[in-house]
């Protein structure tokens, strides 16, 4: 079974919806060899990384970094298991190089927010 990746797919909203996005800061996410360049899913890339860069800015990052997108998959997630929850939440992501700290905007609270 050939199954095509539309990477195109992965975000479905406009740049202005990035405002209405949680920013949490983490420490630490080491791996990030399953991150994805926004430029490679939306022709207007620039958008979304400027509104992202100053949601960043303005809960503190330092602005050193590359903001990527980070896939969580559905089965990361507490509660009831629902046809429409199948593909897990993609946030927008950043590691501060100055001292390792990810900077997370996310659509939904996140289950290491409910956590500590």
């Known amino acids: 079974m050939n ?3 539309d990477r195109t797919k992965i ?3 406009s740049p202005e919806i990035l405002k209405t996005f949680q920013v949490i800061m983490y420490e630490w996410i080491d791996n990030l060899c399953f991150t994805i360049d926004p430029g490679e899913c939306l022709t207007n890339a620039q ?3 400027a509104i992202a860069t100053e949601m960043f800015e303005e809960a503190g ?5 590359v903001i990527e997108l ?8 507490n509660g009831p298991r629902t046809k429409d ?4 939440v993609t946030v927008w ?3 501060q190089r100055s001292d390792g ?3 997370i905007l996310s659509p939904i609270e996140l289950p290491c927010q409910t956590e500590f």
Request: proline residues 6%; without cysteine.
């Open 3 to 5: 199954r095509e990746r």
């Open 11 to 13: 975000i479905d909203y």
């Open 47 to 49: 958008d979304y990384l």
């Open 61 to 65: 990052w330092n602005g050193d970094g």
């Open 70 to 77: 980070m896939w969580i998959p559905p089965f990361m997630f």
């Open 85 to 88: 929850f199948t593909v897990g």
């Open 93 to 95: 992501h950043v590691k």
């Open 101 to 103: 700290f990810s900077w």
